[in-house]
């Protein structure tokens, strides 16, 4: 299985983007997805999780700010980031949900 995140890169504080993460190996379309972040001295945490019938979650700090989606033709979940907050700053990766199947993380800077 290969997770492959890209999007990530340097915003101003209010700004917006979006993070892809195409996965091969994997029957994508039957697989919930999540992301998650982990920023510098800190836990990993959970931010949005999409199941295969498009049900999403997202955790409190990102929640009316963040949109999880997926697009099973392409095998790629995305996630639209906007009102970014310096506190957003991470290291943002990609999972499929219950197993230990992980991207390689793509890293967002909020500069304030």
């Known amino acids: 299985v290969q997770l492959q995140a890209s999007g990530g890169g340097l915003v101003q504080s209010g700004g917006s983007l979006r993070l892809s993460c195409a996965a091969s190996?994997?029957?994508?379309?039957?697989?919930?997805m999540n992301w998650y972040r982990q920023a510098p001295g800190k836990q990993r945490e959970f931010i949005a999780g999409i199941s295969s019938g498009g049900s999403t979650y997202y955790g409190d700090s990102v929640k009316g700010r963040f949109t999880i989606s997926r697009d099973n033709a392409k095998n790629t979940v995305y996630l639209q980031m906007n009102s970014l907050k310096p506190e957003d700053t991470a290291v943002y990766y990609c999972?499929?949900?219950?197993?230990?199947?992980w991207g390689q993380g793509t890293l967002v800077t909020v500069s304030s």
């Open positions: 190996g994997v029957i994508f379309s039957i697989r919930a």
């Open positions: 999972k499929v949900d219950g197993t230990n199947w």
